[in-house]
C-alpha cells in the first residue's frame, strides 16, 4: 500500500475537487462562464432584434401619413426574408470558412466547424439581427416612392450576399482563414462600417437610383421639405434605437465579461454628445432648435461609436459624438443641395457617421495613435464605399430594369398604403389629402361600400 | 502524527479547495450557475411581461379610436387583477402539489416546498406573465363591445382557474405529482397550448357569446371591413411580442445554458417564415400583399413554434412557420364566414395556430417521429379545447346572466372610451364620427363645459 | 524526499485545484460571478434607459398635440446634457469619497478608487440612468409652457449638482466614508426618495414657479381639465416604465444573485395593486374607472415599493401598492385644489409616492417593526422634500430672473412645438386648434410656402 501512496494522493487531488465542486452536477466555472456567454450574446441579439421596431418608428414618423402602412411591411419584410436569407446563404458566405473575400461553407447551418452546434445557433442570432440591421438601413432613404416588390427583391440580395460579403473581409475569421481587411488590422469592433456604412451607402445607391419624391425639389431647384407625419413615434424609435444599441455595441464582445463595461459607457456618452451638438448647431443655424436634427444627431453620435466602442476613451467618445452630431447635420444639407432626396437622413446618419467612426476608431485608439492604423482604417472606409455603394447600384439599376424600383406617380401621389397594400394607416382621422381619397368605414353600423381596410381582415375578402 | 497523516489529507484536500476558490466567498460554479439562472429567468419574465405593451398596442391599431382607452384599460387591468389573482390561487392550482388534476398547495406563497422560497418567486415571475399573456389574448377578440365590468370579472376567473387547471396537466410537476398529460409525455415546450390556446378557445367562446360588433354582417350575409385605427402601432406591438417571445421560449428553460440558442434561432426562423407566407398568400389571393394579415403571420409563426422550439430544427421552424402563416389567412377568412366576430384574428393567431405548433412539436420531433406521440400530442390539443372552450362558455354565459357581458347598443356606437371611461383617446385630434359626439377643449386657454378629459385628471371633479 | 513530502502534498493542494479548473483560461467561480455582476447590472441600466422613452410617451399622451415635439426635445435633452453634466460632476460628488455630506473624488471618471476600473464604468452606467430619471420627472410638471433653453439649464443642474448632493447622504458610501444618512440607517433600497421623491419635488417647485397653464384654472376657481392628446402611447410610456422598474428596482442589488427575485415579485404586486386601487376609487367616486388616474395607479404603485422592494414581503408589497394607488388620487385633487397645475401628475405619482414608499419601507420591514427605524425613514423624507424643494425653489426662481422660465402667452396658445422648434408633431392630421395656425404641406407635390416642418431635414434651409 505504502508505494502507492503518492499516487492515491494525486488521484484524489485531480478528482476530489471536481467531486467537492459537483454535488448535482459535473459544474466547472468554465462551463458556467459558457452558459453566461450565451445568455449575453443572446440578449444582446434580442436587443437588436428590437431596433427593427425603431427603425419602423423612426421612417414612419418622418414620413407621410399615407406611406405608413407600406413602411410597417417594409420593415417587418426586411426582417423576414433577410432572416431567411441569411440562413441560406448570407451566414456562410460571412462566417464560413473563408478565402479572405467570401466565406464557402456553413450555409443553411450545415457546417459545424466552429465551437460547436449550440453557438453556431447563438452566433448566428447575434449576426442575423445585424445582418437586418443593415438591410433596414436603406428603407428610409428609398421610402414614399418604392414598389414593395422591388423593395424584397433587393432585401434578399442585401442580406444574401452585399452585406455578408463585405461583412466577411473584416470579421470573417470566426472557423478558418481570415478576411483581408482583418488580415491588415482593421478595426470595427460593432460595425460603424460592416453595418452602418455598409447600410448608409447602398441607401445611397437606392436614393440616387429611385430618384427624388415628387414635388421635393421644384423646378428653381429649391428643396421644399416634407415634414414628418408622427414626431412622438420618431422620438420613441430614436430611444429604441438606443436602448437596442446596448445589445449592438455591448453585445459585440459575444462574452460576458468585464469589458463590457466601457462599452456601454462610451455609447452612451457619444449617442449624448451627438444629440447635443445637432441640438446646439441647428440652434444657433437657425434660430431654433431642430427636432429631427437633434434625434438624428444622437443616431449619429451611437453610429460613429461603434467601431470604437471598445478600444476609445469615455472622454474621446464625447468628442466623437460631437462631430458626429455637427457631421449629420450638414451632411443632410449637403445631400439635399445635390438634389439626393433621403427622406430620414440615412445616408448622412449611418453612410458619412459610420465612415467618421471608422476614422476616429484609428484616430482614439487608447492603444496609441499610429499612422499605420489611421491607414488602415481609411482603407477600409473607402473598400466599404466602392463595394457597397458599386454593389448597389448594380442591383438597383438590375431591379429598375427587369421590375421597376418605382412606383407610377399616380400611385405617389395617393400613397403607397393605398396603391401597395389597399391599405390606410389612420382611417378614423381625418388626414391631409387623404381624406379626399378615403372614406373611412368607421360610422358606428353603417357600412361604407368603398373603404380600404387595413387591420386583420384582409383587403378583400370573397 | 504519522498515522493520522492520512487523514490529514484528506481534510485538506476536501478543506483546502473550497478556500482556494472562495477568498472572499465560499462560491462555487454551482452556486454561480444557480445566480445565472435567476438573472436568465427573471430577465427572460421581464421581455415577457413586455408583451404586455405589444398585445395593448395590437388590439388598439386593429380596432377603432373610439375604443383605444378602453383597451388599454382592459390591457392594464387583465395584468394587475390577473397578477394578484395568480398570486392568490392560480400559482398553488397551476403548480402546487397536484393529484394530476390541479394543484393543492402553494397560494399566496405559502409554501415553499420546492427549490428553496427565492426559487419559488423567480418561477412565479416566470409564470405570472406566462398567465397575464393567456388572459389579454381574450381581449382583443371580444373588443369594442364588451363591458368593462365583465372584462374584470373573467380576467379574475382566467387567471385564476382556468389557465392554471389546464396548466397543471401539462406542466404541474413542479414539486410533487404530475399532471396527467404530461405524464403521457405531452410536449408542449413553452405553451402553445398551454398559453395560446387556452387564450384562442377562451377568445372564441367570448366572441360567441358576446355576438359581433354592430355592422360587422349585415343582413345578406356580407362581411363589412372594420379598418384598425392605427396601424402603425399596431405594428410596433407586432415588434414588441416578437421582442418578448425571447423572453417566452428561450426563457422557458428557467436555466441559463446552451440549449437556449437553439430555441431563440427556431422562434426567429418560424416568425420569419410566418410572416412572408401571409405576405405571399395575400398578395396572390387579393393581388396586394396585406398589412393585418402580415402581421398577424409573423405572431402566427411565434405561436406555431412555441410548443417544439425545443425540439424541432431550423429547417422544420421554417416549415411550422409558413403553414402558420397559411394557416392564420384561411382561418381568418373561416371565422368571419360563420360570423364570428373576432377584431384582431385572435383566436386565429393563438387558438388554431396554437393548435398546428403542438401537432407539429410531435410531427418534427428531432427525436423521431412516433405515431404515438403524434396520439399524445393530438389528446392535448383535444383536451385544450374541451377544457378552454366549454369552461369559457359556461364563463361567459354566466357572467352575461349575472351582470351583462355587453354594452348597449348606443354605448357601442358612442364607443366605450367615453360610454366607459368618460374619455377620449385623441382630443386634439379630428376622429371620423367622434368629431360629431366630442368637443374637445384644446383651445388655449378658454374652455369646453362638456369635454371628455383623459388625463392624469379624473374625470370629474368635485 | 520524504521530509519534503508534506510540502510537495500542500503544493499539489494549493496548485492543482486551479489547474484542474481552469484548463483554458485560469477561470475561478468567483471571476465567473463577478462577470455576472456586469452582465446583470448593464442590462439592467439598460432597461432602466428605456424608461426614457417611457417618460416620454407618458408626458406627450397625457398633454396637447401642439407640444408633442417639445416634449420629445425635452426627454431627449435631458438624458443628453444630464448624462455629459453627471459624467463631468455629478457622479464624482454622489459617489466620490464623501465628507457625509457630498463626494470630492471621481470627475469625469478621474478616480478608480473602488473596486476597480471596469466596475467603476458598469456602477456608473447604471447610476446614470438614475440620475436621468430624477431629472425627467420634473419635465411633466412643467410641460406645457416652459422655455425650451431655461430646461435644459436647470436639467444640467439637477444631474449635477441637486440629486447627486442627496444621493450622496443616502448611498454615498460606495468608496469611502458614508452619507449622513445611510449613517443613521436609512432604507432606500433603490430610491422612492432618492431618485422619486427629489425628482417629484423639485416638479413641484417647478410647476409652482412656472405657474399653471393658461386656462386650466379660471377666475372662478375653477379647475378646467385639459385632456391629454394620445392615450395610447401614454399607456404605451406606462408599460415601458413598468418594464424599465425590473432593472431599476432588481437591478439595485447591482449584483447577479438570488435575492433578484423577491425584488421582481414585490415590484410586480405592488404595480398591480397601485394600478387596481386607482381603478377602483376612481370608479366608485366618479361613476366611471378613470384611464389617467389608472395608468398613474400603476406608477404610483412602482414608486412606492422602490425603496422596500428588497425587504418587505409580497403581502406587504400589495397593501403598499394599494395605497399609493389611492394616495395618487388624492394627491393629484389636492394639488389641483391649490391650483399648482401639474399635466401629469408627477408630483402626486414620484413626490408623495416616493415618500410614502420610504415610510413603508420602514413601516413593513421584514427585518421587524421598529419606531426607530420609522424614525430615521421620517427624517430622510424631511429632508428630501426640504433639500429638493427649496434648492428647486432657488433654482427655477434663478433661472427665470435670468432668462425666464415661461413662453410668452402667445408661444403658448401657438404650441411650444411651432413656438420653440418651428416644428408640428402632426402635419398630416387635422388637430384642433392648430388646424388654423398650420397649412401643413403634404399636398403631393405642391408646396406650400410658410409650413414649418419637422422631420430629418432642419427647420430652414439656406
Same mark, same amino acid.
Given at each position: 500500500?505504502?508505494?502507492?501512496?503518492?499516487?492515491? @494522493?494525486?488521484?484524489?487531488?485531480?478528482?476530489?475537487?471536481?467531486?467537492?465542486?459537483?454535488?448535482?452536477?459535473?459544474?466547472?466555472?468554465?462551463?458556467?462562464?459558457?452558459?453566461?456567454?450565451?445568455?449575453?450574446?443572446?440578449?444582446?441579439?434580442?436587443?437588436? $432584434?428590437?431596433?427593427?421596431?425603431?427603425?419602423?418608428?423612426?421612417?414612419?414618423?418622418?414620413?407621410?401619413?399615407?406611406?405608413?402602412?407600406?413602411?410597417?411591411?417594409?420593415?417587418?419584410?426586411?426582417?423576414?426574408?433577410?432572416?431567411?436569407?441569411?440562413?441560406?446563404? *448570407?451566414?456562410?458566405?460571412?462566417?464560413?470558412?473563408?478565402?479572405?473575400?467570401?466565406?464557402?461553407?456553413?450555409?443553411? $447551418?450545415?457546417?459545424?466547424?466552429?465551437?460547436?452546434?449550440?453557438?453556431?445557433?447563438?452566433?448566428?442570432?447575434?449576426? +442575423? #439581427?445585424?445582418?437586418?440591421?443593415?438591410?433596414?438601413?436603406?428603407?428610409?432613404?428609398?421610402?414614399?416612392?418604392?414598389?414593395?416588390?422591388?423593395?424584397?427583391?433587393?432585401? #434578399?440580395?442585401?442580406?444574401?450576399?452585399?452585406?455578408?460579403?463585405?461583412?466577411?473581409?473584416?470579421?470573417?475569421?470566426?472557423?478558418?482563414?481570415? *478576411?483581408?481587411?482583418?488580415?491588415?488590422?482593421?478595426?470595427?469592433?460593432?460595425?460603424?462600417?460592416?453595418?452602418?456604412?455598409?447600410?448608409?451607402?447602398?441607401?445611397?445607391?437606392?436614393?440616387? +437610383?429611385?430618384?427624388?419624391?415628387?414635388?421635393?425639389?421644384?423646378?428653381?431647384?429649391?428643396?421644399?421639405? @416634407?415634414?414628418?407625419?408622427?414626431?412622438?413615434?420618431?422620438?420613441?424609435? #430614436?430611444?429604441?434605437?438606443?436602448?437596442?444599441?446596448?445589445?449592438?455595441?455591448? *453585445?459585440?464582445?459575444?462574452?460576458?465579461d468585464t469589458s463590457i463595461a466601457l462599452i456601454a459607457v462610451t455609447t452612451t456618452m457619444a449617442a449624448a454628445a451627438g444629440a447635443v451638438a445637432?441640438?446646439?448647431?441647428?440652434? @444657433?443655424?437657425?434660430?431654433?432648435?431642430?427636432?429631427?436634427?437633434?434625434?438624428?444627431?444622437?443616431?449619429?453620435?451611437?453610429?460613429?461609436?461603434?467601431?470604437?466602442?471598445?478600444? +476609445?476613451?469615455?472622454?474621446?467618445?464625447?468628442?466623437?459624438?460631437?462631430?458626429?452630431?455637427?457631421?449629420?447635420?450638414?451632411?443632410?444639407?449637403?445631400?439635399?443641395?445635390?438634389?439626393?432626396?433621403?427622406?430620414?437622413?440615412?445616408?448622412?446618419?449611418?453612410?458619412?457617421?459610420?465612415?467618421?467612426?471608422?476614422?476616429?476608431? *484609428?484616430?482614439?485608439?487608447?492603444?496609441?495613435?499610429s499612422l499605420h492604423t489611421i491607414g488602415v482604417q481609411l482603407i477600409g472606409i473607402a473598400a466599404c464605399f466602392a463595394w457597397a455603394f458599386v454593389a448597389g447600384l448594380i442591383l438597383f439599376?438590375?431591379?429598375?430594369?427587369?421590375?421597376?424600383?418605382?412606383?407610377?406617380?399616380?400611385?405617389?401621389?395617393?400613397?403607397?398604403?393605398?396603391?401597395?397594400?389597399?391599405?390606410?394607416?389612420?382611417?378614423?382621422?381625418?388626414?391631409?389629402?387623404?381624406?379626399?381619397?378615403?372614406?373611412?368605414?368607421?360610422?358606428?353600423?353603417?357600412?361604407?361600400?368603398?373603404?380600404?381596410?387595413?387591420?386583420?381582415?384582409?383587403?378583400?375578402?370573397?
Amino acid at each position: 500500500m505504502k508505494k502507492f501512496f503518492p499516487i492515491l @494522493i494525486v488521484g484524489l487531488l485531480l478528482g476530489l475537487p471536481a467531486l467537492v465542486l459537483a454535488e448535482d452536477a459535473p459544474l466547472t466555472a468554465d462551463a458556467v462562464q459558457n452558459n453566461l456567454n450565451f445568455v449575453w450574446t443572446l440578449i444582446a441579439a434580442f436587443l437588436v $432584434f428590437l431596433m427593427q421596431a425603431g427603425f419602423a418608428m423612426v421612417e414612419a414618423g418622418f414620413t407621410r401619413a399615407k406611406n405608413a402602412c407600406n413602411i410597417m411591411m417594409k420593415n417587418m419584410m426586411d426582417f423576414s426574408v433577410g432572416a431567411l436569407a441569411f440562413w441560406a446563404v *448570407g451566414f456562410g458566405l460571412m462566417f464560413g470558412t473563408t478565402n479572405g473575400f467570401f466565406g464557402t461553407t456553413d450555409f443553411f $447551418f450545415s457546417g459545424a466547424s466552429g465551437d460547436g452546434e449550440a453557438w453556431n445557433y447563438a452566433f448566428w442570432m447575434f449576426q +442575423v #439581427v445585424f445582418a437586418a440591421t443593415a438591410a433596414t438601413i436603406i428603407s428610409g432613404a428609398v421610402a414614399e416612392r418604392t414598389k414593395f416588390s422591388a423593395y424584397i427583391v433587393y432585401s #434578399v440580395f442585401v442580406s444574401a450576399l452585399i452585406y455578408p460579403i463585405f461583412g466577411s473581409w473584416a470579421w470573417g475569421s470566426l472557423f478558418n482563414g481570415q *478576411g483581408w481587411l482583418e488580415g491588415l488590422g482593421f478595426i470595427d469592433f460593432a460595425g460603424s462600417s460592416v453595418v452602418h456604412s455598409v447600410g448608409g451607402w447602398l441607401a445611397l445607391a437606392g436614393a440616387i +437610383v429611385v430618384g427624388p419624391r415628387l414635388g421635393k425639389y421644384d423646378k428653381n431647384g429649391n428643396v421644399k421639405p @416634407i415634414p414628418g407625419h408622427n414626431i412622438p413615434i420618431a422620438a420613441l424609435g #430614436v430611444f429604441l434605437l438606443w436602448f437596442g444599441w446596448y445589445g449592438f455595441n455591448p *453585445g459585440s464582445t459575444t462574452t460576458g465579461d468585464t469589458s463590457i463595461a466601457l462599452i456601454a459607457v462610451t455609447t452612451t456618452m457619444a449617442a449624448a454628445a451627438g444629440a447635443v451638438a445637432a441640438m446646439a448647431l441647428t440652434w @444657433i443655424k437657425y434660430g431654433k432648435s431642430d427636432i429631427g436634427m437633434t434625434l438624428n444627431g444622437a443616431l449619429a453620435g451611437l453610429v460613429g461609436i461603434t467601431a470604437g466602442c471598445a478600444n +476609445v476613451s469615455a472622454a474621446s467618445a464625447v468628442i466623437i459624438g460631437l462631430v458626429a452630431g455637427v457631421l449629420v447635420v450638414f451632411s443632410v444639407l449637403f445631400f439635399d443641395k445635390i438634389k439626393v432626396d433621403d427622406p430620414v437622413g440615412a445616408v448622412s446618419v449611418h453612410g458619412v457617421c459610420g465612415a467618421w467612426g471608422t476614422l476616429a476608431a *484609428g484616430i482614439f485608439d487608447t492603444a496609441g495613435f499610429s499612422l499605420h492604423t489611421i491607414g488602415v482604417q481609411l482603407i477600409g472606409i473607402a473598400a466599404c464605399f466602392a463595394w457597397a455603394f458599386v454593389a448597389g447600384l448594380i442591383l438597383f439599376k438590375a431591379i429598375d430594369l427587369v421590375i421597376g424600383m418605382r412606383v407610377t406617380k399616380e400611385e405617389e401621389l395617393a400613397g403607397l398604403d393605398f396603391s401597395e397594400h389597399g391599405a390606410s394607416a389612420y382611417p378614423d382621422f381625418h388626414t391631409v389629402h387623404l381624406g379626399s381619397v378615403f372614406t373611412p368605414s368607421d360610422n358606428g353600423g353603417e357600412s361604407s361600400k368603398t373603404a380600404p381596410v387595413a387591420s386583420a381582415q384582409p383587403a378583400k375578402q370573397s
